[in-house]
């Protein structure tokens, strides 16, 4: 079973991982609307994927025996300028789900739940191939700057992710 500061802050994940999957939707719809189809299905993947952690810390929840308490999911941003505006956002978005995964991590030990330092290690390495992920392709629009044929290219790369 979970103290209560512990599922609190669980649940508190939940909504944090459920708030990142409708910030990459809404950055879907948005590149979809400026017709960017690659990046848009990229989002659709990391919405995705965003939802399957949500899904982690609430069963995880659930198999201790603690209460799932879900929360209002804040909304998220509707538009961003370009493309590489919307990936330096993503970029800062994950920064801040790592800070969150290593304050779990920092409050699970201080409450010495040893199950729940270790439920929480596949997010702290997780978060750094989130990371590197979106970083790499702000460094990659960086470097294209305003080509047409590098960000047709790259649009056709995102799309590829499955």
């Known amino acids: 079973m979970l103290t209560k500061t512990m599922e609190q802050a669980l649940n508190g994940q939940v909504n944090a991982e459920l708030y990142s999957a409708y910030l990459y939707l809404s950055m879907g719809a948005n ?40 929360d209002a999911i804040a909304k998220p941003p509707a538009e961003w300028p370009t493309l590489l505006a919307a990936y330096e956002a993503a970029y800062a978005h994950e920064q801040k789900v790592t800070a969150l995964i290593h304050s779990l991590v920092d409050k699970a030990q201080s409450e010495k739940d040893s199950a729940t330092v270790s439920f929480l290690q596949w997010f702290v390495n997780e978060q750094v191939e989130e990371e590197e992920n979106a970083l790499s392709i702000v460094e990659q629009l960086r470097e294209i700057g305003d080509s047409k044929d590098g960000l047709f290219l790259l649009d056709r790369r995102l799309g590829q992710r499955e």
């Open 31 to 70: 590149f979809a609307k400026q017709n960017w189809v690659g990046a848009a299905q990229w989002m659709r993947v990391q919405t995705r994927e965003e939802v399957g952690h949500a899904m982690r810390f609430y069963d995880y929840i659930l198999a201790c025996g603690s209460t799932v308490a879900l």
